[in-house]
């Protein structure tokens, strides 16, 4: 009998002990089922979109008159159209004179023309050449192509010269409305300045090279 009543004590503890566990266990939170994903979500950055190449303007957009005669010239290995109240002159091999059936009662010796010159030159084969060439104050601008020429536009505080290049050959075309001391008091007061450097820009407009 008092071995039974030692024994009672020691079930009693380890029950209360089961009990203590079972209650530590039901104390223990429950893990969450969602995962969370650590890894950061990628991004993409945009494909730039390439800047389309422009296409170099063409000098050819003068519109010519259906009256206009043509003019050719096989040294010179180009032709161009004019109106017929205009006098062209081939000079020699490499140049063309344009003149212009003026006359002045005050000035009988001032004339308004264009000419039109071929070089071989080798500081007019290019862009930086014709820069170079050309004085100080003067700026080089490339205006286009023309007949697959490169037309460049070199202009100072009064004029414009323009020259039409392949690498091979220079054409130069200018005008002297603005180089003649003794036209620019009258022409530039009238309407014939406004006239014939219309003319003169549909010429070199015109001009196509062969």
Not at 19 to 26: C, V, Y
Not at 108 to 128: D, F, G, R, W
Request: proline letters at 7%; glycine letters at 4%; aromatic letters at 10%.
């Amino acid at each position: 009998m008092k071995k039974l009543l030692f024994a009672f004590p020691i079930v009693t503890l380890l029950a209360a002990g089961c009990n203590s566990s079972q209650q530590a266990t039901n104390q223990i939170p429950a893990q969450s089922s969602v995962s969370q994903n650590t890894n950061p979500t990628p991004t993409h950055s945009p494909i730039p979109t390439p800047t389309p190449t422009p296409t170099p303007a063409t000098t050819q957009n003068q519109a010519v008159p259906a009256n206009w005669a043509t003019y050719t010239s096989s040294d010179l290995g180009l032709s161009f159209k004019y109106p017929t109240d205009l006098k062209v002159y081939q000079q020699d091999a490499n140049d063309i004179l344009i003149q212009a059936n003026y006359q002045n009662s005050q000035h009988p010796l001032a004339t308004i023309e264009m000419s039109i010159k071929k070089t071989n030159s080798p500081q007019l084969l290019t862009e930086v050449g014709i820069s170079g060439v050309n004085p100080s104050g003067t700026t080089t601008t490339v205006i286009g192509t023309q007949s697959n020429y490169q037309a460049l536009k070199v202009t100072n505080q009064y004029h414009s010269r323009y020259y039409f290049l392949d690498g091979k050959v220079t054409f130069i075309v200018d005008d002297n409305l603005d180089e003649d001391v003794s036209l620019q008091t009258f022409t530039q007061q009238s309407d014939i300045y406004q006239t014939y450097t219309a003319e003169f820009d549909t010429i070199r407009s015109s001009i196509i090279f062969n």
